[in-house]
């Protein structure tokens, strides 16, 4: 989407930036091969945010790479009474997380920790065919569609119909009228997937 922003060229689906030509790196991978290239020093640490309304304190901090979660959430004050989930990463992509003696990790960039409120959900209902996750999809993929095909067991047409392409932004779920849960099971099908894969390669015919 930034590519397309800025330079006007659209990344097809299963493509990489280079195929049109263009290159994109966050800042801190750009300061981690500088740091790595220019001062040989090794990447030990994460830059993190530590943030939402179940947080006492919430931080900036740079974290030692294999600090326990709990460490860092004890370090901002610990959570509030009515803290009821923690993610690792952000609000559209990140993952919740149950162990609190995970540790931080070299791609861990924040941690988010909602109350009661924020993690309440909505009933699920059937699929309004409203073409808003089509619509909204950065790779033009049919989240809908890709999420049945999970469903249904039918991994090997979600595959040709492009499941492994998506980058499991959320952007789909977040548009759903229905509260549909298109980014778990993308996410599932994905995984069903690498594993007939894998079974593939295991047991060539």
């Not at 990790?105 to 409120?117: E, N, V, W």
């Not at 073409?131 to 790779?139: D, S």
């Amino acid at each position: 989407m930034l590519i397309k922003a800025v330079t006007g060229r659209e990344v097809p689906p299963g493509k990489l930036p280079l195929d049109v030509g263009a290159v994109i790196q966050n800042i801190g991978t750009a300061i981690a091969i500088h740091d790595a290239i220019v001062k040989g020093e090794v990447l030990i640490t994460a830059a993190l945010t530590v943030s939402g309304k179940g947080i006492k304190n919430p931080k900036n901090l740079i974290v030692p790479v294999g600090t326990p979660i709990q460490n860092v959430i004890d370090f901002c004050g610990g959570v509030t009474e009515d803290a009821m989930k923690i993610v690792v990463g952000g609000p559209m992509m990140g993952v919740a997380q149950f162990d609190l003696q995970a540790p931080v990790m070299k791609a861990t960039s924040g941690i988010l920790i909602l109350t009661k409120d924020e993690v309440a959900q909505n009933p699920e209902t059937p699929c309004l065919r409203c073409g808003q996750c089509i619509e909204a999809c950065p790779l033009n993929l049919m989240p809908t569609k890709l999420a049945r095909y999970t469903q249904l067991n039918r991994f090997e047409d979600a595959e040709d119909t492009g499941i492994t392409v998506c980058m499991e932004c959320g952007t789909c779920a977040y548009t759903c009228p229905a509260n549909i849960p298109l980014v778990q099971w993308i996410r599932l099908g994905k995984q069903k997937i690498l594993q007939i894969q894998k079974e593939r390669i295991a047991s060539p015919k």
